[in-house]
């Protein structure tokens, strides 16, 4: 009798919201692999799929029980837009949600996340965060979270994560709880249960894509140049608590790290 070997193999699935910047494909071969080298496991006998969502492309709903977790990307668009793909996004978030699938959401994720379960999100008054930023831990939150609690013991109370967003999360839904926050972010990460959570910095980012993303913001006169050079001294001077948030990513999607 043929055994299926792939019977207990995890999938995961990667909804990227943004399309491949020329240095990304250059460097990493795509966004999708940037995701996959930080938070997948190949020893673990994993399997990761791309759904392009914002070319349209989506998860079958009957395909979705398959699936172990779902990670959201950053993106250019504004998640509180109306454009069909972002609505459709909205909803197989709330369907995740009500079967209690594991989804985490990084920065444009973080805020489609929080607006398709009953949050309000919005342009952040302060405006543009971009670079490395100090995130403060609730302590007295992460007993309420195993993913937390399993790993926060060689993890510092303030973790640095680089940043690039001009949107933010103004109120978390009912019956989520703030993880985490910022001198210039009030929610810098949110949890729901043990299936929800998101990040508005960016764990899986390097330094190098974040600097070629001020680059091409400096270029299009999104960002001013004073800004943009500020941004860049931060990065040099500093560097991000990678290892630490994706071992945070890792506990919560895989419950282990």
Not at 207 to 228: C, Q, W
């Amino acid at each position: 009798m043929k055994i299926d070997h792939q019977i207990d193999m995890k999938r995961y699935a990667l909804l990227l919201a943004a399309k491949d910047s020329d240095y990304v494909m250059k460097m990493y071969g795509g966004y999708f692999n940037v995701f996959v080298n930080a938070f997948g496991d190949d020893d673990e006998g994993e399997k990761w799929d791309l759904f392009r969502v914002v070319e349209g492309e989506f998860p079958e709903m009957e395909d979705l029980h398959k699936y172990s977790g779902f990670v959201i990307s950053g993106s250019p668009y504004d998640a509180y837009g109306n454009e069909f793909w972002i609505l459709k996004l909205c909803f197989l978030l709330q369907t995740l949600d009500a079967m209690e699938k594991k989804v985490l959401g990084i920065c444009f994720g973080h805020q489609v996340l929080c607006r398709a379960l009953g949050g309000k999100i919005g342009k952040a008054y302060s405006g543009w965060d971009i670079g490395l930023r100090k995130v403060r831990l609730a302590r007295d939150l992460t007993s309420s979270f195993s993913f937390l609690s399993n790993c926060m013991d060689d993890i510092p109370p303030c973790l640095s994560i680089i940043e690039c967003h001009q949107d933010e999360v103004w109120e978390v839904p009912d019956g989520a709880e703030v993880i985490a926050f910022s001198e210039k972010t009030s929610v810098e990460m949110f949890g729901i249960g043990e299936h929800i959570l998101g990040i508005q910095g960016h764990p899986e980012y390097t330094k190098d894509i974040v600097l070629n993303l001020i680059a091409r913001l400096l270029n299009t006169n999104l960002i001013e140049s004073g800004f943009a050079e500020d941004a860049k001294w931060r990065l040099e001077v500093a560097e991000p608590d990678r290892k630490s948030w994706v071992k945070i990513c890792k506990s919560f999607l895989k419950g282990r790290y």
